[in-house]
């Protein structure tokens, strides 16, 4: 089975920290994705990784940025955190053009 | 990709077959209908996908028309731990970064 972990369950900051989110995954997929849901508008794509040292913007990048240095692991970065950030973060990843595996999700809040 | 249409909710009794119906009339010849599912607080899990012919695995069964317009998931003994938000995507095969999650089906399933 795929396994796609993420580094937190629950997390909380505050306004103006840098926060990490770490998502591994274990079945050497190519590409990789992070994506927040918030009520009533669903999942949206905030970066994505195709290869390692690769990454594209999803449809809400601002105030994000990734890093992927190995294969097995893609990390969003909150530069600044602020109030509307909070949210649930859903890693996931994906062989080629297939279906998409997704982590248990981290619910950040930024107070 | 083609735009998905999903009742807001569904109930189904404990044990009873569970057809989660999905409208996609605007879906193109290359796009393929993939089945999610999201229990509370945890990341969405992959259920099952096809192209034009019906497909079933372990999980459930995908009943496509024949002029691929709309589906049906089938989950055939549904149980109370089935209960989630069931999501209904169509996306072209090479489209690998474009999951569309919309609001999909809420399925209670009572006992």
């Known amino acids: 089975d795929v396994k796609v972990t993420q580094s937190s369950r629950y997390l909380v900051k505050r306004t103006g920290e840098k926060v990490f989110l770490e998502c591994v995954q274990d079945m050497d997929h190519e590409n990789m994705f992070w994506y927040r849901q918030d009520p009533g508008l669903g999942l949206r794509l905030i970066y994505f990784?195709?290869?390692?040292?690769?990454?594209e913007k999803g449809d809400i990048p601002e105030g994000y940025s990734v890093s992927r240095e190995k294969k097995e692991r893609f990390s969003l970065i909150l530069e600044s955190a602020s109030t509307n950030q909070t949210s649930m973060y859903l890693c996931?990843?994906?062989?080629?053009?297939?279906?998409?595996?997704f982590g248990p999700g981290t619910r950040l809040t930024v107070t | 990709d083609a735009k998905t249409t999903q009742p807001p909710s569904m109930d189904c009794a404990e044990g009873r077959a569970a057809n989660l119906p999905c409208n996609h009339s605007t879906i193109s010849g290359n796009e393929y209908v993939y089945w999610y599912r999201q229990i509370h607080s945890q990341g969405p899990q992959y259920i099952i996908h096809?192209?034009?012919n019906n497909e079933t695995n372990e999980m459930a069964s995908l009943i496509i028309t024949e002029d691929r317009k709309s589906s049906t998931l089938i989950l055939p003994h549904a149980t109370l731990r089935d209960t989630a938000v069931y999501y209904c995507?169509?996306?072209?095969?090479?489209?690998?970064?474009?999951?569309?999650f919309g609001s999909g089906t809420k399925l209670n399933v009572k006992p």
């Open positions: 996931a990843s994906s062989l080629q053009s297939y279906e998409q595996y």
């Open positions: 990784s195709y290869d390692v040292k690769m990454k």
């Open positions: 096809g192209l034009k």
């Open positions: 995507i169509v996306r072209a095969s090479y489209n690998f970064n474009k999951f569309y």
